[in-house]
């Protein structure tokens, strides 16, 4: 089966991960990590304090992203009595569903379509922060599923003009896409102390089946570290092929600027067709709207091929595709059975 629904990396393994799963002694998993006696988290929080320039104990470590962000809503819309996150109209639908598993609620501020392309307006951002003033208020950039992302300047603009009591989380999961430029993270974490910037080896580092996330908190939250450290530290296995994967970048890069043959054939072959529209991604994924009455048949010669797409539900985008960027031949595959569906239809 092809899978090109859910994000997932349809390349290889950089020869550093392969390496470090190949030598991984599973004696390693007969005893506990000892880092803990150094006062560190894990050898992957050591190592991405390293990378990013931000203090060691302000890394946060989950399983995935998603523990990073379960971990943070839960906490804070669980502290005191304010119960609000405000999150993008066209998001990931996992936001609201934490949300709610801890009794809190979600407000929605609006995306807009601009060209080709979605856009957060900053300036309604911090009014209706402002004016709800939420415990959290949530921004993914890049956004799933439309693909558009903030800037560093940005972001720091909202954190300005923002009540300091209400925190920012900031999902990163597929930023490396954009640029390698990570610079503005220490100076951002390190000015706000209500600001958490969310990171993974699923998207970028191609590793979903490792769940191994990362990220980066302001200071001042040791109560929040407690709840969401591991006592008795990691995954041994996942810490030695994290390490490899962090330590392979051009790899991976080299892999990522590979993806960009996928989004000019889908513009090249679908942009120009009646009913069609693809929208700019700068993630590892590309939103596409389609003429919704080739759904059936397009999921019928999709499965007989062993493609998975994701065909959107969200209000809104009803008529959307999100379709994960892979190999040369998968991208070929999908772009040649859309068209000849809506050629034939």
């Known amino acids: 089966m092809n899978y090109l629904d859910r994000n997932e990396f349809n390349f290889e393994p950089s020869q550093k991960v392969l390496d470090a799963i190949k030598n ?29 320039g931000v203090p060691e104990e302000q890394v946060l470590l989950g399983y995935g992203g ?10 804070f819309l669980t502290v005191g009595d304010n119960k609000t996150i405000l999150i993008p109209e066209f998001s990931w639908w996992y936001y609201n569903r934490v949300a709610g598993e ?9 995306l807009y379509e601009t060209g080709d392309t979605f856009a957060y307006n900053v300036d309604e951002v911090i009014e209706y922060t402002n004016r709800i003033h939420p415990r959290m208020l949530l921004l993914a950039s890049p956004n799933n599923p439309t693909g558009n992302s ?9 954190m300005e003009n923002i009540p300091s009591d209400t925190m920012v989380l900031v999902d990163e999961a597929y930023a490396s896409f954009i640029t390698s430029d990570t610079d503005y993270i220490a100076p951002l974490v390190n000015k706000y102390s209500n600001l958490i910037i969310s990171r993974t080896l699923s998207k970028f580092y ?9 990220g980066f908190i302001g200071k001042g939250h040791d109560q929040f570290l ?31 600027d590979e993806m960009e043959w996928d989004r000019q054939l889908f513009k090249k072959e679908l942009g120009d067709l009646p009913g069609f529209k693809v929208y700019k991604s700068v993630a590892n994924f590309i939103l596409i709207k389609y003429p919704v009455e080739i759904k059936e048949a397009l999921q019928k010669a999709l499965a007989d091929q062993d493609y998975k797409i994701k065909f959107m539900a969200d209000k809104g985008l009803e ?22 569906v809506f050629l034939n239809k």
């Open 206 to 214: 191609g590793l979903p089946g490792l769940r191994t996330g990362f």
């Open 319 to 340: 008529s959307c595709l999100r379709i994960t960027l892979g190999r040369k031949e998968q991208i070929q595959t999908v772009v040649d059975t859309i068209k000849s």
């Open 150 to 158: 903030l800037t560093s300047e940005e972001i720091g603009r909202i």
């Open 24 to 52: 991984f002694d599973p004696k390693e998993l007969c005893f506990y990590t000892r880092i803990y006696d150094q006062g560190k988290k894990s050898v992957i929080s050591v190592r991405v304090s390293e990378i990013y």
């Open 66 to 75: 998603e523990e990073i962000l379960k971990n943070a809503i839960h906490y």
């Open 226 to 256: 407690s709840y969401s450290n591991k006592y008795l530290g990691f995954n041994r296995f996942a810490e030695a092929v994290a390490l490899a994967a962090l330590d392979s970048d051009e790899h991976y890069r080299r892999v990522a």
């Open 102 to 110: 801890c009794g809190g609620h979600f407000e929605m501020y609006p």
